[in-house]
């Protein structure tokens, strides 16, 4: 009866869409309708309203509309969406300020002159807008309306014109930044949970381990992952258009002819490119490079954003006036003010300790004020002028409350399809199919894409993703990164703007184009750049690096970069610093010849004892190398026999499992048809057989399962340890040779800090002999806790704690005897330290300079931004897990 159910859910759902009822009521409505049927009918026919639920009841599945309503505006951990009003407030205060207009006008004249200009000016602009506004709609009306006519005047073939327009307005739906991005991050965020979930669990299935290891766990996405991860594709995609027109161009002239510019190349024409250019440039490497450089999260950038659109929208609304640059040149000037006050002084209000620090807080103060006039005075100009401040924020309203409500409405139908075992069906299809990931994959690329022609890419991203993303994540074969996914998916949705026939942009051309265009040129022209899109979208399929690469880069050269020595670098991390043994082993043995030649005799037997052991062990990394390599290639070659068996006994165990659950629940039924007051003994039966039937299956399937597979998984197994071991033993081995070099390093740097504490330290004899115990007593411990500011100075420590114990039980005799050999140990510290500050550390610093980015890496603070490249290009590729589960 659930698929019954199930069934009347999605036509519900497809009813109301294609009718013309709004999303925004479609998708709960749905729902509810759905969860009250199948609620009431259980408890007509049933006895029992939870009878026709897969999963739960009606309650539970209404209760979680509820609740997703709760995370997404009450949450305060959940701020993904709160991007979302100010990317849009940005898009349509440029739009409506006029600023689109100008890039168009501008780009014209500086490309017209080209074969294919036009266009190519266009697909430029639309990228620009893209990077600004985002807006689909309000980018292809303006292109339409200025662009079109100025193309079908030169002599444009009609397809080529509105197809290049069309398709250049929907690239605001994949260049960040991106309504659509910020959703499929909100999307994705909660299935890589869900896909984390059903992976550790696979592991324990497979492996009967607990915990399964941090490195083989899902890459999850947020809004600034996903508008890295974009970047490059989304230029591929503009490389893609701007290609095709240039080609068609030089093929067929006619269809794209140039269009000589009628005015004259002079400081004028250079200004006015200028001003159209540079102001909406200046916003995107703002708002964009806030968040790649790790300046600014994705909210933060917004808020930017929508301050500088308010801004540059206050002088175009005034263009022409004397004063119409005040407020973006006090703006500027501010900025740059704050930027240069936040060099030079401390600017928190709780570390102000000196007139210098309150000079600072002052002029910050003047800083911003004339930021905040700015601003105010930019908004004050748009409230007054053709009264745009308001139309701006009332289309800011509408918009966003649209993409809120289908968002809840969303999360209510997703709701209502899991409680009817929707999303198990979905599960089970999809990993029944053959071919593994990337049959799955392709399938419900095809799905997406399909869709597209009939709904909207709102509706696709909050109903589809949710569905099929934590099943595609959770595949460890394929092991892809929920960026990758979340930037195809974008790539895919994007089509849905062209494809008829409800592809919006077709529409929003259609609405401004003139007679002269038929809607059949519209549709011919989207048609090439449809397939623009899938070839984009088999681009970056193939080339996951170009997704991943940003985000990761980012990443690991940002403030919060994890450290060298985080688990999931480890094995990029040895790829680099492999390849650095081999370029610089001969600079590395000759460091390692002379420190193994230095003279440290005259350290104390601990530090001697440490380098010592350094001295000896550090000629053997190359050893420890090899014994990874030797261990990984045993790894690698008995892989490709091991795989095919692997994934055989793998997938009968997976059914297995699948009939196992059968079991329970069939058992479970049986056993409650047992207690009733009436026992149907048929009913009994009826089910013990089902259950013996089940039984039967499994031993069938159990079976089929090969007699070499115990053997063939223990010597992977063991192979997969000797490496695990292998590696093990390089990072103890060069953390213990790295970190004994530190220590004496730092132990010499210190000397003439630890010497300037002896005044304190003789002091203390008349402090003990004078004064009072207890008083004696926390002088002694002040200075004790002086030396904790100098490194590896326990020896002198631990001799003041014995003098204070002594204190506190009144023994002055013991406390001045406890001093004396507190004395003695730091005559002797001092001596050896400044000794080796003078002959030791120098050939230490060699040493250092030699090893630290192989040997010493993992003991670094953060990686270097050459390294950060290196590592970042590394894990952009996806790694294929799979024999470990």
Same mark, same amino acid.
């Given at each position: 009866?659930?698929?019954?159910?199930?069934?009347?859910?999605?036509?519900?759902?497809?009813t109301?869409?294609? &009718?013309?009822?709004?999303?925004?009521?479609?998708?709960?409505?749905?729902?509810?309708?759905?969860?009250?049927?199948?609620?009431?009918? #259980?408890?007509l026919?049933?006895?029992?309203?939870?009878?026709?639920?897969?999963?739960?009841?009606?309650?539970?599945?209404?209760?979680?509309?509820?609740?997703?309503?709760?995370?997404?505006?009450?949450? @305060?951990?959940?701020?993904?969406?709160?991007?979302i009003?100010?990317?849009?407030?940005?898009?349509?205060?440029?739009?409506?300020?006029?600023i689109?207009?100008d890039?168009?006008?501008?780009?014209?004249?500086?490309?017209?002159?080209?074969?294919?200009?036009?266009?190519?000016?266009?697909?430029? *602009? #639309?990228?620009?807008?893209?990077?600004? =506004?985002?807006?689909?709609g309000?980018?292809? !009306?303006?292109?339409?309306?200025?662009?079109?006519?100025?193309?079908? %005047?030169?002599?444009? &073939?009609?397809?080529?014109?509105?197809g290049?327009?069309?398709?250049?307005?929907?690239?605001?739906?994949?260049?960040?930044p991106?309504?659509?991005?910020i959703?499929l991050?909100?999307?994705?965020?909660?299935?890589?949970d869900?896909?984390?979930?059903a992976?550790?669990?696979?592991?324990?299935?497979? =492996?009967?381990?607990?915990?399964?290891?941090?490195?083989?766990?899902?890459?999850s996405?947020?809004?600034?992952?996903?508008?890295?991860?974009a970047?490059?594709?989304?230029?591929?995609?503009v490389?893609?258009?701007?290609?095709?027109?240039?080609?068609?161009?030089?093929?067929?002239?006619?269809?794209?002819?140039?269009?000589?510019?009628?005015?004259?190349?002079d400081?004028?024409?250079?200004?006015?490119?200028?001003?159209?250019?540079?102001?909406?440039?200046?916003?995107?490497?703002?708002?964009?490079?806030?968040?790649?450089?790790?300046?600014?999260?994705?909210?933060?950038?917004?808020?930017?954003?929508?301050?500088?659109?308010?801004?540059?929208?206050?002088?175009?609304?005034?263009?022409?006036?004397?004063?119409?640059?005040?407020?973006?040149?006090?703006?500027?000037?501010?900025?740059?003010?704050?930027?240069?006050?936040?060099g030079?002084?401390?600017?928190?209000?709780?570390?102000?300790?000196?007139?210098e620090?309150?000079?600072?807080?002052?002029?910050?103060?003047?800083?911003v &004020?004339?930021?905040?006039?700015?601003?105010?005075w930019?908004?004050?100009?748009?409230?007054?002028? $053709?009264?745009t401040?308001?139309?701006?924020?009332?289309?800011?309203?509408?918009?966003?409350?649209?993409?809120?409500?289908?968002? @809840?409405?969303?999360?209510m139908?997703?709701?209502? /399809?899991?409680?009817?075992?929707?999303?198990?069906?979905?599960?089970?299809?999809?990993?029944?199919?053959?071919?593994?990931?990337? =049959?799955?994959?392709?399938?419900?690329?095809?799905?997406?894409?399909l869709?597209?022609? /009939?709904?909207?890419?709102?509706?696709?991203?909050?109903? *589809?993703?949710? !569905?099929?993303?934590?099943?595609?994540?959770?595949?460890?074969?394929?092991?892809?990164?929920?960026?990758?996914?979340?930037?195809m998916?974008?790539?895919?949705?994007?089509?849905?703007?062209?494809?008829?026939?409800?592809?919006?942009?077709?529409?929003y051309?259609r609405?401004?184009?003139? +007679?002269?265009?038929?809607?059949?040129?519209?549709?011919?022209?989207?048609?090439?750049?449809?397939?623009?899109?899938?070839?984009?979208?088999?681009?970056?399929?193939?080339?996951?690096?170009?997704?991943?690469?940003l985000p990761?880069?980012?990443?690991?050269?940002?403030?919060?970069?994890?450290?060298?020595?985080?688990p999931?670098?480890?094995?990029?991390?040895?790829?680099?610093?492999?390849?650095?043994?081999?370029?610089?082993?001969?600079?590395?043995n000759?460091?390692?010849?002379?420190?193994?030649?230095?003279?440290?005799?005259?350290?104390?037997? +601990?530090?001697?004892?440490?380098?010592?052991?350094?001295?000896?062990?550090?000629?053997?990394?190359?050893?420890?190398?090899?014994?990874?390599? =030797?261990?990984?290639?045993?790894?690698?070659?008995?892989?490709?026999?091991?795989?095919?068996?692997?994934?055989?006994?793998?997938?009968?165990?997976r059914?297995?499992?699948?009939?196992?659950?059968?079991?329970?629940?069939?058992?479970?039924?049986?056993?409650?048809?047992?207690?009733?007051?009436?026992?149907?003994?048929?009913?009994?039966?009826?089910?013990?057989?089902?259950?013996d039937?089940?039984?039967?299956q499994?031993?069938?399937?159990?079976?089929?399962?090969?007699?070499?597979?115990?053997?063939? %998984?223990?010597?992977?197994?063991?192979?997969?340890?000797?490496?695990?071991?292998?590696?093990?033993?390089?990072?103890?081995?060069?953390?213990?040779?790295y970190?004994?070099?530190?220590?004496?390093?730092?132990?010499?740097?210190g000397?003439?800090?630890?010497?300037?504490?002896?005044s304190?330290l @003789?002091?203390?004899?008349?402090?003990?002999?004078?004064?009072?115990?207890?008083?004696?007593?926390?002088k002694v411990?002040?200075?004790?806790?002086?030396?904790?500011?100098v490194?590896?100075? &326990?020896? !002198? +420590?631990?001799?003041?704690?014995?003098?204070?114990?002594?204190?506190?039980?009144?023994?002055?005799?013991?406390?001045?005897k406890?001093?004396?050999d507190?004395?003695?140990?730091?005559?002797?510290?001092?001596?050896?330290?400044?000794?080796?500050?003078?002959?030791?550390?120098?050939?230490?610093? @060699?040493l250092? $300079?030699?090893i630290?980015?192989s040997i010493?890496?993992?003991?670094?603070e %953060?990686?270097?931004?050459?390294?950060?490249?290196?590592?970042?290009?590394?894990?952009?590729?996806?790694r294929?897990?799979?024999?470990? /589960?």
């Amino acid at each position: 009866m659930e698929l019954l159910f199930l069934l009347i859910l999605v036509l519900l759902m497809v009813t109301a869409l294609t &009718s013309g009822f709004p999303v925004a009521f479609s998708l709960p409505g749905s729902a509810i309708l759905a969860i009250a049927l199948a609620a009431l009918c #259980g408890w007509l026919f049933a006895g029992d309203p939870d009878a026709y639920f897969a999963h739960g009841g009606p309650t539970q599945w209404l209760s979680a509309g509820v609740t997703n309503f709760r995370s997404l505006y009450w949450d @305060v951990e959940r701020d993904t969406l709160i991007a979302i009003p100010l990317f849009i407030f940005m898009g349509i205060m440029l739009q409506r300020s006029k600023i689109a207009e100008d890039l168009l006008v501008a780009m014209a004249q500086l490309f017209g002159p080209v074969p294919g200009g036009l266009g190519i000016s266009v697909v430029l *602009v #639309g990228a620009l807008l893209a990077a600004t =506004t985002g807006i689909v709609g309000a980018t292809v !009306i303006a292109m339409g309306l200025i662009s079109l006519p100025a193309m079908l %005047r030169n002599n444009y &073939s009609k397809s080529l014109a509105t197809g290049t327009i069309c398709a250049s307005g929907t690239l605001g739906q994949i260049i960040p930044p991106s309504i659509v991005l910020i959703i499929l991050a909100d999307q994705l965020s909660s299935a890589a949970d869900q896909a984390s979930t059903a992976r550790k669990a696979e592991y324990k299935a497979a =492996t009967g381990e607990f915990a399964m290891p941090s490195t083989f766990d899902i890459t999850s996405a947020s809004a600034g992952d996903m508008f890295m991860g974009a970047l490059i594709p989304g230029l591929v995609l503009v490389g893609l258009y701007v290609l095709y027109i240039l080609v068609s161009a030089l093929i067929k002239p006619e269809s794209a002819p140039p269009v000589p510019y009628d005015g004259k190349y002079d400081r004028y024409f250079v200004k006015n490119i200028l001003l159209a250019l540079v102001p909406p440039l200046t916003l995107i490497f703002v708002v964009l490079g806030s968040i790649i450089l790790g300046i600014a999260t994705v909210n933060q950038a917004g808020a930017i954003g929508a301050v500088g659109a308010m801004i540059m929208g206050g002088y175009r609304l005034t263009a022409g006036t004397r004063n119409s640059y005040y407020p973006a040149i006090l703006a500027i000037g501010s900025t740059v003010a704050i930027m240069v006050i936040l060099g030079q002084y401390d600017l928190n209000i709780k570390s102000i300790k000196t007139d210098e620090d309150a000079f600072g807080i002052m002029l910050a103060g003047i800083a911003v &004020s004339g930021l905040m006039i700015a601003v105010t005075w930019s908004a004050w100009r748009a409230y007054k002028i $053709e009264n745009t401040l308001n139309e701006v924020m009332l289309e800011t309203a509408k918009t966003t409350s649209m993409v809120f409500i289908i968002l @809840v409405g969303a999360a209510m139908l997703t709701s209502a /399809f899991r409680g009817f075992g929707g999303e198990e069906l979905v599960k089970e299809f999809l990993t029944g199919l053959p071919g593994g990931f990337w =049959t799955q994959f392709i399938v419900v690329m095809a799905v997406i894409f399909l869709l597209g022609f /009939f709904l909207d890419f709102i509706e696709i991203a909050v109903v *589809v993703v949710p !569905i099929v993303a934590p099943i595609l994540l959770a595949d460890p074969g394929a092991n892809v990164t929920a960026v990758w996914l979340g930037v195809m998916i974008g790539l895919n949705i994007q089509t849905s703007f062209l494809t008829p026939p409800f592809g919006f942009a077709l529409f929003y051309l259609r609405g401004v184009a003139p +007679k002269i265009v038929k809607t059949l040129h519209i549709y011919k022209g989207a048609v090439v750049f449809i397939g623009l899109q899938l070839l984009a979208l088999a681009i970056t399929g193939f080339f996951p690096s170009l997704v991943n690469y940003l985000p990761n880069r980012t990443y690991l050269t940002s403030e919060t970069a994890p450290p060298p020595m985080n688990p999931r670098l480890q094995s990029c991390l040895e790829d680099y610093v492999f390849e650095r043994y081999v370029t610089d082993r001969e600079q590395i043995n000759s460091a390692i010849t002379r420190f193994q030649g230095l003279d440290i005799s005259y350290l104390p037997k +601990k530090q001697q004892k440490a380098l010592k052991a350094s001295q000896d062990k550090v000629a053997e990394t190359f050893d420890r190398v090899s014994d990874i390599e =030797t261990a990984e290639q045993a790894l690698l070659a008995y892989g490709p026999e091991y795989r095919p068996l692997h994934q055989q006994v793998r997938g009968i165990q997976r059914d297995v499992r699948k009939l196992d659950e059968q079991i329970r629940l069939v058992d479970r039924d049986r056993s409650r048809a047992t207690r009733e007051d009436i026992v149907d003994d048929a009913l009994v039966a009826q089910l013990q057989q089902r259950v013996d039937q089940l039984k039967q299956q499994k031993a069938q399937l159990e079976a089929q399962i090969p007699d070499a597979w115990e053997q063939a %998984r223990k010597q992977y197994v063991e192979l997969s340890k000797a490496e695990k071991k292998a590696r093990g033993i390089y990072r103890s081995h060069v953390d213990g040779v790295y970190e004994s070099v530190v220590k004496v390093r730092d132990m010499a740097a210190g000397a003439e800090d630890l010497a300037a504490l002896e005044s304190e330290l @003789v002091q203390l004899e008349s402090v003990i002999t004078t004064l009072p115990g207890k008083e004696a007593l926390e002088k002694v411990k002040a200075v004790s806790k002086r030396f904790s500011s100098v490194k590896a100075t &326990s020896g !002198i +420590k631990s001799k003041l704690s014995k003098a204070a114990k002594a204190l506190k039980k009144d023994k002055t005799e013991k406390a001045l005897k406890a001093l004396a050999d507190a004395k003695k140990v730091f005559a002797s510290e001092v001596e050896w330290r400044r000794r080796a500050l003078r002959e030791l550390e120098p050939e230490l610093a @060699v040493l250092n $300079e030699a090893i630290k980015h192989s040997i010493g890496l993992r003991m670094q603070e %953060r990686l270097t931004i050459d390294q950060a490249e290196q590592i970042a290009a590394c894990q952009s590729v996806h790694r294929d897990i799979s024999l470990n /589960f």
